[in-house]
Nanobody, 122 residues
Framework: EVQLVESGGGLVQPGGSLRLSCAAS????????MTWVRQAPGKGPEWVAS????????YYAESMKGRFTISRDNAKNTLDLRLGSLRSDDTAIYYC???????????????WGQGTQVTVSS
């Protein structure tokens, strides 16, 4: 059974930082790209960042560039997202997702984790 378990969320002040993690099991982790998606209260899912199967390429939503960093450790079957310069509109549930790239485009997200809550507030 494919499982993805996110952790690391919490309450942080504006301008602060967090590191989120995703532990993967039940599939060959380094055969697949991975993605972070978030969902703010009352809004639909928003793509945050993706990374290729071997970690050689990273892709970010425009508003995340320079603030967030996606990475993976294939030896540990883990995916990370480092969040910096956080602001109130980053408040959301953050999910990791197993990803199929079509060419260079992250296109299919067939399994998601349960999510971890990030709240940015003073």
């Amino acid at each position: 059974e494919v499982q993805l378990v996110e952790s690391g969320g919490g309450l942080v002040q504006p301008g602060g930082s967090l590191r989120l993690s995703c532990a993967a099991s039940g599939f060959v982790f380094d055969d697949y790209g991975m993605t972070w998606v978030r969902q703010a209260p009352g809004k639909g899912p928003e793509w945050v960042a993706s990374i290729t199967f071997n970690g050689n390429r990273e892709y970010y939503a425009e508003s995340m560039k320079g603030r967030f960093t996606i990475s993976r450790d294939n030896a540990k079957n883990t995916l990370d997202l480092r969040l910096g310069s956080l602001r109130s509109d980053d408040t959301a549930i953050y999910y990791c997702a197993k990803t199929l790239f079509i060419g260079t485009v992250p296109s299919r997200f067939d399994v998601w984790g349960q999510g971890t809550q990030v709240t940015v507030s003073s």
